[in-house]
Every structure is written in structure tokens, then in C-alpha cells.
């Protein structure tokens, strides 16, 4: 397949986190070209020594792609701009790539949260915007060795109303990846599911799956899914079951999973969680609906970050053989 390779500057992926080395792969694969953007040289040098390795079902793939730039890397503008970054991280990188984006950048936005495709907006009302979720699992074992757990399927839809026109690219690249015209709602039941799951993994320190076996951790989330769904309630998103009886079937299924906040609270990155329950008690507190218990989870989970931040410290600035 030849797609796009007379366009270079086409496709351009942002993040290059587990989703993102998926869809990274997936462009190699097919010989698509596609640049890959980094925050800094590290793990762009740890890709560029090593190449990328995607293990799927006892197979491996090491791709050697050789597009790989900084995010202040000079550069032409970039037509389709796929971000796969952390929520948090991600206005700061578009900060920094703002000399590669114009009005025509078309932004696809893959990543677990809310709150991120406000403010690219306000800062790039112009722009197409898409969003999109997925249900695929990956994790990474290295910095350019990723595991694709669990496939699943991918859906985008529109922020701003307009057609993305490279939809069949994408489609052509990844068979499970669908356009669905109202989105949001899609939205709001996967940000509900991990609001549901990935504080409380944090607070327990456990697999999604162990929550189910754990009686206080049980009574938590049913606490926390209600107040969820009174959110949803009030912005008129249904859900088809019960969030607990969804949540419980997804920790079930990804039972032997880290959750992703899990993951990165363990790799002492900064944590989504404003993008989830903190942006959940802020929605509710708009629409005047009580959320105090995923209001108790935000605050637990902030004192641990910050305890495994000063017991760091402490290490970090301990004097040898005391
Ligand atoms: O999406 C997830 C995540 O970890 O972010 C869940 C559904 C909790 C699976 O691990």
C-alpha cells in the first residue's frame, strides 16, 4: 500500500505512549509515512537505537521508523495530527508544536478523559477536531517495547461538526476503527468507567480484577459509580446498565490488568486525574449535584501522590551509607 506516500508530512502522531506506538505501527506496517513527535530526545533516542517493538500474540514486530523528531524541532506544517498523549500533557505539547500547526491541522484526539478538547479549542477554535476512544489494551515494557494486551475497537467523531476526511486512512490502517456521528456519549460512558476503575486501583494499589475481591473497595465503587451516574443523568447521557454492573464486567475482563492511572502513579508520572474524577466533581459542582465520595477519592489520591513524592525526595537526597 502506497497510501499517502507522495504527501510526506501527511500523518504525524503525538505521543508515542502504548496507543500511540499502536498507531505508529500500524503506519509502518503499511508504509505509510508518518512522523513521530516527542516531548524530548530521550525516548526519541530510545526508539532511534532500538527501533519499536509491538509484541501481539507470542509474535513480535520491530519496526525501524525513521521520522522521529522533538516537538520544537523545526518542521512543515502537519496535515493530520493524531494525539495520543496523556491528558495532562497534552496542551503543553500542542504549546510547543504550535510552529507545525495551522488553521488546516486536522487534531484527532485519542486519549482516556475530559476537559482536554475544550481547551484545544479555545486555544485553536479554527482547527477540525476529532475525538476518539478506544477499548484496545497495551502496555509498555520498555520505552520502545510495547504489548498490545487485548484488542478492542476504536471510535471517532467529531468535535465541531466537520467530516475528517482522512477517516478512510485510518480505517485502511486499523479494521476496528469506526466513525460514529454523536460521540459524545461514547465519551461520557468510557470516562465513567475509568473514573470507576482508576482512582480506586491507585487507593488500593491493586489489579483492576482485585477490586472485585476486595469488600471495601466493592462498597467504594458503588458508591462512586451512583454519583457518576447522577452526573450523567443531569447532561442527559444514558447509559444502557448499571455503571457498577458495567465497571464490575470491565474489571472482570481486564482483570489481571494495571489500570493505566495505576501504571503511571507506579512510574512516578503526573496522574489524569483531573481529566477524570476531579473533572467529574467540577462538572457536578456546575450542575449542582453532590459528588462526595469520588470528592474523597480525588483527595486520597492527591495525599498519596504526594507521600510517594516526599518519600522520593527523601531517598533522592539521603546521604550515602547512612
Ligand atoms: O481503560 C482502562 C485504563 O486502565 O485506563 C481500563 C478500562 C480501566 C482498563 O485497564
Known sequence: MTLGKKHPGL???????????????????????????????????????NGLTIHQDKESVTHHPED????????????NLIITTKAQQTLPALH???????TNTT????????????????QLPHNPLFLGITTEGA?????????????????????????LAALHTLQAINQHCFWDENIHPRLWQKFAINCAINGLTV????????????KQACEQMAKICLEIENVLNKKGIQLSESLLKTASNIAERTSDNYSSMLQDFRAQRDLELDYLNAYLCREAARLNVETPHNQALVESIKQLTEARRSESTKLTNKPPFT
Not at 512522523?35 to 532511534?48: G, M, S
Open 68 to 79: 522521529l523528531h522533538t516537538c520544537d524541532s523545526p518542521g512543515a506544517p502537519i496535515h
Open 203 to 214: 487507593l488500593f494499589q491493586c489489579k483492576n480484577g482485585e477490586l472485585l475481591q476486595n
Open 11 to 49: 500523518w504525524a502522531i503525538l505521543g508515542l505512549g502504548s496507543i500511540g506506538s499502536l498507531w505508529a505501527g500500524r503506519f509502518l506496517d503499511k508504509n505509510i509515512p508518518v512522523e513521530l513527535l516527542f516531548k524530548n530526545q530521550t525516548r526519541l533516542e530510545a526508539i532511534k537505537n
Open 96 to 102: 510547543t508544536l504550535a510552529h507545525r500547526i495551522n
Open 139 to 163: 502496555y509498555r515494557t520498555a520505552p520502545h517495547t510495547v504489548v498490545y494486551a487485548g484488542k478492542g475497537d476504536t471510535w471517532v467523531g467529531s468535535a465541531n461538526m466537520q467530516k
Open 107 to 122: 487534531l484527532i484526539l485519542l486519549q482516556n478523559g475530559m476537559g482536554v478538547a475544550q481547551e484545544i479549542q479555545k
